[in-house]
């Protein structure tokens, strides 16, 4: 593996053990209770058990460290300056579907700025991290966003967003996973005018060390963020398709 911080070596770890309760659990779908949080919003039995290991680990390596977690919320600790941001399961109505398509995303926040990032696919296996300055890798091999220029050619992730572009693009249902896909080259751009810090933080490490772009984002604010992220050539020409959303 590439030389990595102490830090990020703690959210892999912390994200390689949650990850067997949700392979675990994915295999038996009948068996999980369900609590509703909204129309298309759940959280499972997986989701805190998750977040209860990974928030375990880190606070393990890191006590005095901040959280801000989508089912915990915002935890102030005796340092502010640093704060763990995660989503045990981004993607939980596909995984409550039986569709292997979700993910657990870490980030550190430090000073108010995402300085490392990890986002894990446990059903494939498929590890995407970065550090500030040290370049954006998946499963240990470097990546790169997409060198493509002619939008026609290109393929893009849609969040929750107003006006849809006239583009060609998917609904993954998972954001994390849909940044990850633009900074390893699989997409062309993401774009969603409604998303959760938790679902975007550590990819904003992830595709700015890939080469890639993505708007300035105020990492106080934790809800209905605008996110734009793609490469350096077709970022301007996403941005006009879609209306300078």
Same mark, same amino acid.
């Given at each position: 593996?590439? *030389?990595? *911080?102490?830090?990020?070596?703690?959210?892999?770890?912390?994200?390689? !053990?949650?990850?067997?309760?949700?392979?675990?659990?994915?295999?038996?779908? &009948?068996?999980? /209770?369900?609590?509703? !949080?909204?129309?298309?919003?759940?959280?499972?039995?997986?989701?805190?058990?998750?977040?209860?290991?990974?928030?375990?680990?880190?606070?393990?390596?890191?006590?005095?460290?901040?959280?801000?977690?989508? &089912?915990?919320?915002?935890?102030?600790?005796?340092?502010?300056?640093?704060?763990?941001?995660?989503?045990?399961?981004?993607?939980?109505?596909?995984?409550?579907?039986?569709?292997?398509?979700?993910?657990?995303?870490?980030?550190?926040?430090?000073?108010? &700025?995402?300085?490392?990032?990890?986002?894990?696919?446990?059903?494939?296996? &498929?590890?995407?991290?970065?550090?500030?300055?040290?370049?954006?890798?998946?499963?240990? /091999?470097?990546?790169?966003?997409?060198?493509? *220029?002619?939008? %026609?050619?290109?393929?893009?992730?849609?969040?929750?967003?107003?006006?849809?572009?006239?583009?060609?693009?998917?609904?993954?249902?998972?954001?994390?996973?849909?940044?990850?896909?633009?900074?390893?080259?699989?997409?062309?751009?993401?774009? /969603? %005018?409604?998303?959760?810090?938790? %679902?975007?933080?550590?990819?904003?490490?992830?595709?700015?060390?890939?080469?890639?772009?993505?708007?300035?984002?105020?990492?106080?604010?934790? !809800?209905?963020?605008?996110?734009?992220?793609? *490469?350096?050539?077709?970022?301007?020409?996403?941005?006009?398709?879609?209306?300078?959303?």
């Amino acid at each position: 593996m590439n *030389s990595i *911080s102490a830090n990020l070596n703690v959210m892999i770890k912390a994200s390689e !053990k949650a990850s067997k309760i949700l392979i675990r659990d994915f295999g038996e779908l &009948e068996k999980l /209770q369900v609590s509703k !949080k909204g129309p298309s919003d759940f959280v499972t039995n997986s989701d805190l058990k998750a977040e209860k290991i990974i928030m375990e680990e880190l606070k393990k390596a890191r006590p005095n460290y901040s959280v801000i977690s989508e &089912e915990t919320g915002i935890e102030k600790n005796k340092d502010i300056s640093n704060s763990w941001i995660i989503d045990p399961i981004d993607g939980t109505t596909n995984f409550l579907h039986g569709i292997p398509h979700f993910a657990i995303s870490i980030a550190l926040k430090s000073n108010n &700025e995402i300085v490392s990032g990890l986002i894990f696919d446990p059903i494939k296996d &498929e590890m995407f991290y970065a550090e500030k300055d040290k370049g954006a890798f998946y499963n240990n /091999q470097r990546i790169r966003v997409s060198k493509k *220029s002619n939008l %026609d050619e290109c393929l893009f992730a849609i969040g929750k967003i107003k006006k849809k572009p006239d583009v060609i693009y998917r609904r993954t249902g998972c954001a994390s996973l849909d940044i990850a896909y633009v900074a390893s080259g699989r997409l062309d751009g993401y774009a /969603q %005018d409604k998303a959760h810090l938790w %679902d975007i933080a550590a990819g904003i490490v992830i595709v700015k060390e890939a080469g890639g772009v993505i708007n300035d984002i105020d990492l106080n604010n934790i !809800k209905n963020i605008k996110v734009l992220a793609s *490469s350096e050539e077709i970022h301007s020409k996403f941005l006009e398709k879609l209306g300078n959303f």
